[in-house]
């Protein structure tokens, strides 16, 4: 169990580029999410998965914004013309089915900076 | 528009003394309930996690749930300047997918 891991952990972009972020979750885990965290404030739910099915995508998440998970492992969040609104910590968690509490595991975060 | 509430603080400890952390919920369907700490800049970390009324201790944290007045809280005894961070209460959102929603978390200051 090496824990969710996240890359890049941070980024700098200028605003109209496109960015992509990945998740690799915990060996096992098959529901990952993704969450968005700004200054001073909780993090905010952007879309699940389950295996490779995307269930849920919340309103948060403009057309500007995509995910995949495409055979059920890794997953990654493209943002495309990036805007200074993005700026944020993008936070990936996951979790197994019928864990203990419904616990989920975060991973270290992608810091995103739009100049 | 579900919520989690909690104060943001800064709640100032003395080093030794108890912090205690209080989140109200408005979703009464909400199943489960956690608590994360968040150091400044780093991803949030699981304390603990409590799903039936009453109290759950873990080491020197406590947390407390009463699903009637839809409230948790956390206690932290003895408390260290390591705890100087912010904690987030977390609960489940009902029929979803096991998704979370977060409180904007209060921050705790531990002084020696």
């Known amino acids: 169990d090496t824990g969710v891991s996240q890359n890049p952990r941070h980024k700098i972009t200028k605003r109209g580029q496109n960015v992509t972020f990945r998740c690799d979750p915990i060996?096992?885990?098959?529901?990952l999410y993704w969450y968005r965290q700004t200054l001073g404030q909780g993090p905010e739910f952007l879309t699940y998965?389950?295996?490779?099915?995307?269930?849920?995508k919340s309103r948060l998440l403009s057309d500007r914004f995509s995910a995949e998970r495409p055979k059920g492992s890794f997953s990654t969040l493209e943002i495309q013309r990036t805007e200074q609104g993005d700026s944020a910590m993008y936070l990936c968690?996951?979790?197994?089915?019928?864990?203990?509490?419904?616990?989920?595991?975060f991973g270290e975060g992608s810091w995103l900076t739009v100049v | 528009q579900k919520e989690v509430e909690q104060n943001s603080g800064p709640l100032s400890v003395p080093e030794g003394a108890i912090a205690s952390l209080n989140c109200t919920y408005s979703?009464?369907?909400?199943?489960?309930f956690f608590w994360y700490r968040q150091y400044s800049g780093k991803s949030p970390e699981l304390i603990m996690f409590?799903?039936?009324?009453g109290d759950k201790e873990d080491g020197r944290f406590t947390a407390q749930l009463n699903k009637a007045s839809q409230y948790v809280s956390l206690l932290i005894r003895d408390s260290q300047p390591s705890d100087s961070a912010t904690y987030l209460c977390?609960?489940?959102?009902?029929?979803?997918?096991?998704?979370?929603?977060f409180g904007a978390g209060t921050q705790v200051v531990v002084t020696p």
């Open positions: 968690a996951s979790r197994q089915d019928r864990s203990s509490g419904n616990t989920i595991y």
């Open positions: 998965f389950q295996n490779e099915a995307q269930l849920e």
């Open positions: 409590i799903y039936s009324n």
């Open positions: 977390a609960v489940t959102v009902s029929d979803s997918w096991g998704k979370l929603q």
């Open positions: 979703d009464r369907g909400s199943q489960s």
């Open positions: 060996s096992e885990h098959n529901r």
